[in-house]
């Protein structure tokens, strides 16, 4: 498990201290702080950050509309405005940069929350920043190479190559890591698009695995290091040929 990384771009160092604080309360690890545009772009590029918060006005220089046309046109990040200026100009503005949302200041630590993780799924759903992502959709998505999932209230981010496999269980799917075990409240298939790799494959009807952890095959079991799971009578052909392979 890893956080979700957030790069600040505001000017105000009073509230982009505040803004950390929350989100660090929140579960989330802040890259950087930039108080200009001229700081913006090289700190997106060095610290790849999972989302942006851009304040609008940034003082002198460019103001965070046109870091918000640079960043669209340099990587594929998503980012929210932090802002307290909603009049109909600034508004007509944004909408050419298609913002994943907005914070309005003064702004709360659930508002905060909320907000950010509606950005993150409308951005891996490709949700129009005017529609709301469904909750099916809000659940648990894929960004780049990691799923983006609910552990104890807060929004984790899970790199798809530190799942080990992943367990039907009644209405869920336990997802588990050589530390951790978290609770999806999805179908197998489902979890299964969105993990989207080529290296899981369906061994059991209540078991995907990632087939380069397999230590042994056995008739009607499989073997990753210490740990027994099934193998199922209609997967078992499947399951030989890709790990000998």
């Known amino acids: 498990m890893s956080q979700v990384?957030?790069?600040?771009?505001?000017d105000d160092a009073l509230i982009a201290a505040?803004?950390?604080?929350?989100?660090?309360?929140?579960?989330?690890?802040?890259?950087?702080?930039?108080p200009d545009a001229s700081m913006a772009m090289p700190a997106l590029l060095a610290h790849r950050p999972d989302l942006v918060l851009l304040d609008i006005h940034l003082g002198q220089g460019d103001d965070g509309i046109q870091v918000a046309a640079r960043i669209?046109?340099?990587?594929?990040?998503?980012?929210?405005?932090?802002?307290?200026?909603?009049?109909?100009?600034?508004?007509?503005?944004?909408?050419?940069?298609?913002?994943?949302?907005?914070?309005?200041k003064p702004f709360d630590e659930d508002d905060l929350r909320t907000q950010i993780e509606i950005a993150l799924a409308r951005h891996a759903a490709q949700v129009e920043s005017g529609s709301q992502p469904t909750e099916a959709q809000r659940q648990d998505f894929r960004i780049g190479n990691a799923?983006?999932?609910?552990?104890?209230?807060?929004?984790v981010k899970v790199p798809v190559e530190e799942i080990h496999y992943a367990e039907a269980a009644n209405n869920y799917v336990l997802l588990h890591t050589s530390d951790r075990r978290y609770v999806l409240n999805s179908s197998l298939g489902a979890v299964a698009e969105r993990i989207g790799s080529p290296h899981f494959v369906r061994v059991h009807r209540s078991y995907l695995v990632d087939i380069r952890r397999v230590s042994g095959l056995r008739e009607k079991e499989i073997?990753?290091?210490?740990?027994?799971?099934?193998?199922?009578?209609t997967h078992r052909?499947?399951?030989r040929m890709r790990w000998v392979g």
């Not at 990384?5 to 505001?10: A, D, F, Q």
């Open 5 to 10: 990384r957030v790069l600040i771009v505001e």
């Open 18 to 34: 505040d803004l950390a604080a929350l989100l660090r309360d929140l579960g989330y690890q802040v890259v950087a702080i930039c």
């Open 72 to 104: 669209n046109a340099t990587a594929a990040t998503p980012f929210l405005f932090v802002t307290g200026h909603t009049d109909r100009g600034t508004l007509e503005r944004v909408k050419a940069v298609r913002p994943a949302g907005f914070i309005i």
């Open 147 to 155: 799923l983006f999932v609910r552990d104890k209230g807060r929004l």
């Open 223 to 233: 073997l990753l290091g210490d740990l027994v799971l099934p193998l199922g009578r």
């Open 237 to 239: 052909a499947e399951v």
